[in-house]
Every structure is written in structure tokens, then in C-alpha cells.
């Protein structure tokens, strides 16, 4: 009898496995802090191959989004059981070139729920486990902001007993995007080491993906405010802020159905 179950564990009928099968299906609200650090400390991040977005397009450019999802299998079973399919999660994304395309790139990220963690390292996310909390908003009541003029958001993310970061955004007026630094394709490399652990790896290769069947709701900007502390066990503050570019919110819609390997870096 064969096994089924991705990735783990394996039994006759899969229905035991971390995840469903793909496609998976994510809604969520996304708040976004763009700054500008020391491209140097970028670059200092990038494995061996990937180069800096070029000089004339921002270099040292970053977004700090947080992210509260929800998110299911083709037959949205999980969300009739919300602890299977409700996390949130924050990430810090760059742009970076390879072989002369533009990418987007996540350097850190963090999320707390075991499913949403193991599905990052299958794409090739570098994902670790954290406290992330978010603003929501409302559209009735006191009890949070709207999406309009003065709307005023806060956002944290703890990893290891530490606050890493702490973040606000208050809108202002309806922006044709939620910035540019998260707005080409994501470039991963996914890596696993031999279980000799000699040095060499199982698995060694530079992967992109993107989203399908994206849906948009109307993006607002404005002003923000982000601050990184220090950690023993995280390197988040060697990319503190120089400038705060602006904040931004915005709902999204989208499918992850599969990459593309690409070749290893030159």
C-alpha cells in the first residue's frame, strides 16, 4: 500500500499530513513599511551569484510587511476548522538581480503556526517561528481603524522571548500599489544538508515563484514608523532604517500551484 502525506507524516490515506495538497489558497490583510537601509548590508545578505537592484533603482530599499492569513487546500476544508488555517506572519523582503532580471527576495520571516512554517521551507522561504500581531480593521464600532483617511495601524513580531520589531502606518489616501519592493517574483534558494553533515548538501538550488489567480483590493498609503531591536539570535537590526519611505495597506488574493527550478548561480 503506498503512503501519502505532504510532506509528513506519511500513511495510507494523507489525511494525518501537515498539508493538503496544492494548490494552496491564502486571503489576507498586509501592512507594509518601506525604508531605506545601507545597500552594503543588503549585499551582505545576498548568497554568492545575486547582485544589487541597480544604482538608479533604490538598492537599499526594503519592505517589512505583516501579514494576517488565512489560507486552505482546493476543497476549504481548514476553514471550517480556523486553526488550521488562520496565521499570521512578518517578512522582511529586498530586491536583488540574478542573471539580469530584478527579483523580489525574502531575508527574513517569521510566522506561528507549525503548517504555515514547513510550507515556507518547501517554496524556499526562511521561515523560523515568532509572535506577530497586527491592527485589524473594522468597519463598525471603536475598536480599530478603518481603511480611510486617519486610519491608524500598530504592528510587533517576538521571536526568542525579544521583541525584533515594532511598526505603524497611518493612512492618508488610496495608492495605485502597496509599494515596490514586493512586486516582482520571489527568488529562494532552497537548501538542505546530507545527513552525514560533512559540509554538502542534500538539496542545493535557486528557485522563483509567483502567485496566480491574484486579487487585489484597493491599496492605501501613508506615513510609518519602524523600529528593530537587537537580538542574540536574529540579525534583523544589521538592516535598521536609514529613511522610512511610507506605509501601506492592502487585502490580497492569491493560489501558490508550483515554481520554477532555476540553474545555480554563475
Not at 16 to 44: F, K, M, Q
Not at 147 to 171: I, W
Not at 203 to 221: C, F, K, Q, Y
Request: net charge negative; hydrophobic share 40%; charged share 20%.
Amino acid at each position: 500500500m503506498s503512503l501519502r502525506g505532504l510532506p509528513f507524516p506519511k500513511t495510507p490515506s494523507g489525511q494525518a499530513s501537515l498539508l493538503p495538497p496544492p494548490p494552496w489558497h491564502y486571503s489576507g490583510d498586509l501592512l507594509t513599511v518601506e525604508y531605506r537601509t545601507d545597500p552594503a548590508a543588503i549585499l551582505n545578505l545576498l548568497p554568492p551569484g545575486l547582485l544589487l537592484a541597480p544604482e538608479d533603482q533604490d538598492p537599499g530599499a526594503v519592505a517589512f510587511i505583516w501579514a494576517d492569513w488565512q489560507s486552505c487546500g482546493d476543497d476549504g476544508t481548514e476553514l471550517l476548522d480556523p486553526v488550521r488555517s488562520q496565521y499570521r506572519e512578518a517578512f522582511v523582503v529586498v530586491r536583488c538581480r540574478w542573471r539580469d532580471t530584478l527579483y523580489s527576495r525574502c531575508l527574513f520571516i517569521w510566522v506561528d503556526k507549525d503548517f504555515a512554517l514547513v510550507r515556507g521551507y518547501i517554496q524556499g522561504y526562511p521561515k523560523k517561528l515568532g509572535s506577530i500581531h497586527q491592527t485589524r480593521a473594522v468597519s463598525v464600532g471603536r475598536a480599530g481603524p478603518r481603511v480611510a483617511p486617519g486610519g491608524r495601524f500598530g504592528m510587533t513580531v517576538a521571536a526568542g522571548d525579544r521583541r525584533l520589531a515594532q511598526a505603524t502606518v497611518t493612512l492618508e489616501e488610496p495608492s495605485p500599489t502597496n509599494g515596490f519592493v514586493n512586486a516582482h517574483p520571489m527568488l529562494h534558494d532552497r537548501w538542505f544538508p546530507r545527513i552525514e553533515l560533512d559540509g554538502r548538501a542534500s538539496m542545493d538550488e535557486i528557485v522563483t515563484m509567483s502567485g496566480t489567480n491574484v486579487e487585489l483590493s484597493p491599496a492605501w498609503r501613508g506615513t510609518a514608523s519602524l523600529e528593530l531591536f537587537d537580538s542574540p539570535t536574529e540579525e534583523l537590526a544589521s538592516i535598521a532604517p536609514r529613511e522610512i519611505i511610507g506605509g501601506y495597506y492592502r487585502s490580497v488574493g492569491t493560489t501558490f500551484a508550483g515554481g520554477t527550478t532555476l540553474d545555480p548561480p554563475a
